[in-house]
Nanobody
C-alpha cells in the first residue's frame, strides 16, 4: 500500500514558478514509476510527466516539455515537479500517481496502470 500526499500548490502570476512535492508512505516506493497528472475544470485528467523507478529517465507531455521537470529522491520517498514559465492554461488540480509495481514509466501515461493517487493540489496561474 502506498499513500501519496501532494504539497506546494498555490496562486502564481504567469511566467512564475512553483515546485510541487509528493511524499509517499510505504516501503515499495522505489519499485514504482511515478507520475504527475492534472485536471482543469470541465476537462479530463491528463498526463503531465513520468519518471522511472531509478529516476534515470523522464517523460513529458508536449504541452509542458521544456518548462516542467520531474525528479525523485528515493531516500526521502518523494517525487517533485518543478514548474517554470507558468501559463494560465497550466491552471488545474495536480495529482501525484504511482504506477503498478515494475511497469515502465512510459506506461504511466495510461491511467489504467496507476495503482495509487494523491488527493491533489491546486495550481492557479493568473494572467
Amino acid at each position: 500500500q502506498v499513500q501519496l500526499v501532494e504539497s506546494g500548490g498555490g496562486l502564481v502570476q504567469a511566467g512564475g514558478s512553483l515546485r510541487l512535492s509528493c511524499a509517499a508512505s510505504g516501503r515499495t516506493f522505489r519499485s514504482h514509476a511515478m507520475g504527475w497528472f492534472r485536471q482543469a475544470p470541465g476537462k479530463e485528467r491528463e498526463f503531465v510527466a513520468a519518471i522511472t523507478q531509478s529516476g534515470g529517465n523522464t517523460y513529458y507531455a508536449d504541452s509542458v516539455k521544456g518548462r516542467f521537470t520531474i525528479s525523485r529522491d528515493n531516500a526521502k520517498n518523494t517525487v517533485y515537479l518543478q514548474m517554470i514559465s507558468l501559463k494560465p492554461e497550466d491552471t488545474a488540480v495536480y495529482y501525484c500517481a504511482a504506477g503498478r509495481q515494475g511497469i515502465a514509466a512510459m506506461q504511466i501515461r495510461d491511467r489504467r496502470w496507476i495503482d495509487y493517487w494523491g488527493q491533489g493540489t491546486q495550481v492557479t496561474v493568473s494572467s
